[in-house]
């Protein structure tokens, strides 16, 4: 008998009661995020949230005695870039910013792989397989970020939360910061999708917006961001109904569908910044010979709590 025949409806069945299962849990857990994964995929949808935000087109003063941390910046220029281009690059953290977040990241306790259970003093000069388990693609800080008194202040940072108010229109909740290590690591398509190294969309509200700082100077050999011009509106129809299941689709699909052309990869010296609308598909490169230390900041119009430990990334 073939049995592939019998195998198959059991995968759906259980993949089904799966899926029924985990929106049952989200619907009775944290229905506001629930409802919010579910519909912030569509465009019709985000555009409609936009209109009730009743989006700021008045530029947001950096006065001179709230000066930012970034120097002068073109809030106004940098929001428009970010809202064709899905991404503006070309911002800078002063070397001794750098320097403190180095110095952060290298007397901190980092997680392997984001697992709470597998703490690690990371300090981006091991060799994976020789110093670090084989497995290690990511060690991030995760909640020990908190305890660098330099990312609260880039938090608060008048010229970033310009940029993000500005972009959101409205005013900027904070969602989360991130410090964390790629490592030069092959990994197979499952453990670079769970790395977020293939290209995806985040869905973290209807608006939302991350900064990204490098603190180590990243080429193409060390794992750059990417991300593919302008696709945070006019995606494929089944591109938004999947939405961050598309992270399941080859590279190669999507670059067929969006154009390998649009692909940009951002390379920069230590302390180099870049503003991201997430909708956009977007990936960490895998790094093939150095690692990356980068920190990102993220805001939204909504105040959902941890999104990403509620939804357990
Ligand atoms: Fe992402």
Not at 76 to 96: F, R
Not at 128 to 146: A, F, H, K, Q
Not at 177 to 196: C, K, L, M
Not at 285 to 312: C, F, S, V, W
């Amino acid at each position: 008998m073939n049995t592939t025949l019998i195998q198959y409806p059991a995968k759906i069945w259980y993949k089904l009661a799966n899926y029924c299962l985990k929106s049952y849990q989200g619907l009775t857990q944290e229905p506001r995020v629930f409802l919010m994964r579910k519909l912030a995929r569509f465009e019709i949808v985000r555009d409609w949230v936009a209109m009730l935000f009743n989006r700021s087109t008045k530029p947001r003063e950096i006065s001179r005695a709230k000066a930012s941390v970034l120097g002068n910046l073109d809030v106004n220029a940098i929001a428009a870039t970010i809202e064709t281009d899905s991404c503006y690059q070309g911002l800078q953290l002063p070397q001794d910013v750098v320097q403190e977040l180095l110095t952060f990241a290298n007397s901190t306790v980092g997680y392997i792989n984001r697992d709470l259970n597998r703490p690690w003093p990371c300090k981006g000069t091991e060799k994976v397989g020789v110093d670090l388990p084989e497995n290690t693609r990511v060690c991030s800080y995760m909640s020990n970020i908190e305890k660098s008194s330099t990312v609260k202040k880039l938090e608060k940072d008048p010229g970033i939360l310009a940029i993000a108010a500005k972009f959101l229109g409205a005013e900027a909740v904070h969602m989360g910061s991130e410090i964390s290590w790629s490592f030069p690591v092959a990994g197979n398509v499952v453990q670079q999708r769970e790395a977020a190294q293939v290209f995806h969309y985040d869905l973290d509200d209807y608006r939302f917006i991350k900064i990204f700082f490098y603190l180590t100077d990243v080429d193409m050999s060390s794992g750059p961001h990417a991300y593919i011009r302008g696709t945070h509106n006019g995606k494929k129809l089944k591109h938004q109904f999947m939405g961050t299941r598309c992270a399941s689709i080859n590279d190669e699909k999507i670059l067929e569908y969006y154009g390998v052309q649009n692909v940009v990869d951002v390379c920069g010296k230590a302390g180099f910044g870049f503003v991201e609308n997430p909708l956009c598909f977007h990936k960490g490169t895998e790094p093939t010979a150095k690692p990356r230390l980068m920190l990102q900041i993220e805001y939204a119009i909504n105040d959902y709590g941890n999104i990403h430990e509620m939804l357990g990334y």
